[in-house]
């Protein structure tokens, strides 16, 4: 079985709820019917029947709740949880009102009001859109002040001696651009969550950089390298138990002989499995590389830091890719 069957499998078990916010578009629609029927979650798709038969003529949408925020008695109650949510900042009744009319908005007020276990969208919405209405209503987790995304690296095989798990973890390479110190401890953290909890690996965590313990030194220019020497520092008095070191090269954190050479007397050198990239840059280029060089399959971008479970979709997603997402929003929300 692949880790994404096994992800599924354990998302069937849990009977949870997911909004899908996107029911004008028939990969969405698809979805929610397909995971539906093989039990991977419970699925509110916000939409009307009209709609989605327009869109996707011929799917049964047995099973499904349809919510249409124009017609549904719950988006006043939902605007009220907008307007308590947002009136320090200045909103009017009147704006929250018209606000959670808006499909996005209204997944995740369901979200925050308990009336799901999870939200996806972002398959026909840019990621700004679906991502403003959780860092509004939903907020951030306790202790964590950083939203960040990872992916989950499924390899085509175990035969690489770096990775015999055949699986990783890579962050933060879709939402945060150039992190502090502090947010690249954060995003440490929330992926080694992210590995436990839907990789199902225990977590060893590589702060990557271009220098190993000090081997190259960009202080007096871009200070790349102090700062990943800081958030390893942040990170370890926050998690003190998590297997959390740095700054390593690549190979010095996959390759034992390398570790041991570049970093002796560490227990994560040449054993990382998590790895978190110093910005969005080698972040991105990093996991394409595995992707298409490694034939890597990437599960993501997962989101990570919500109080509550929710992600965002590439609106170049299939419908495999959906189907995937809510898998794995559902593995989250336990």
Do not use: W
């Not at 849990?14 to 578009?25: H, N």
């Not at 908005?105 to 996806?120: E, P, W």
Request: hydrophobic content about 40%; some cysteine; charged content about 25%.
């Amino acid at each position: 079985m692949s880790l994404l069957d096994d992800i599924k499998t354990k998302a069937k078990s849990l009977g949870k709820t997911i909004v899908l916010c996107e029911g004008e578009d028939k990969r969405v629609v698809e979805a929610a019917a397909r995971i539906t029927k093989e039990g991977i979650a419970k699925i509110v798709l916000i939409g009307n029947e009209e709609e989605c038969g327009k869109v996707a003529p011929g799917v049964d949408l047995t099973g499904i709740t349809l919510i249409d925020p124009l017609t549904s008695d719950k988006t006043s109650e939902y605007a009220k949880i907008l307007y308590e949510a947002r009136k320090a900042k200045g909103m009017t009744e009147e704006q929250a009102a018209e606000q959670a009319k808006d499909r996005t908005m209204f997944g995740a007020l369901m979200l925050k009001a308990g009336d799901v276990d999870g939200y996806v969208s972002g398959a026909c919405h840019s990621t700004a859109n679906t991502l403003r209405p959780g860092l509004q209503v939903i907020k951030t987790a306790p202790g964590v002040s950083t939203v960040s995304s990872c992916f989950i690296m499924i390899a085509p095989d175990k035969t690489n001696p770096y990775n015999p798990d055949g699986v990783a973890v890579f962050a933060d390479c879709a939402i945060n651009i150039e992190p502090t110190a502090d947010q690249l401890a954060d995003i440490a953290i929330s992926s080694a969550a992210s590995a436990k909890n839907i990789a199902g690996i225990e977590p060893k965590v590589a702060m990557l950089s271009f220098s190993t313990k000090g081997s190259g030194n960009d202080d007096k220019f871009f200070k790349s390298v102090p700062k990943v020497q800081e958030a390893v520092e942040i990170a370890k008095s926050k998690a003190p138990d998590l297997a959390l070191d740095g700054e390593f090269q690549f190979d010095a954190a996959v390759a034992p002989e390398v570790g041991e050479l570049k970093a002796p007397g560490s227990t994560v050198a040449g054993h990382a499995n998590v790895f978190v990239f110093p910005n969005i840059n080698a972040g991105n280029i990093g996991y394409k590389i595995a992707q298409r060089y490694g034939r890597y399959m990437a599960i993501g971008p997962v989101c990570q830091g919500f109080a509550k479970p929710l992600n965002d979709l590439s609106r170049g997603c299939d419908v495999e890719d959906i189907v995937a997402t809510v898998a794995v929003t559902v593995l989250q929300s336990v």
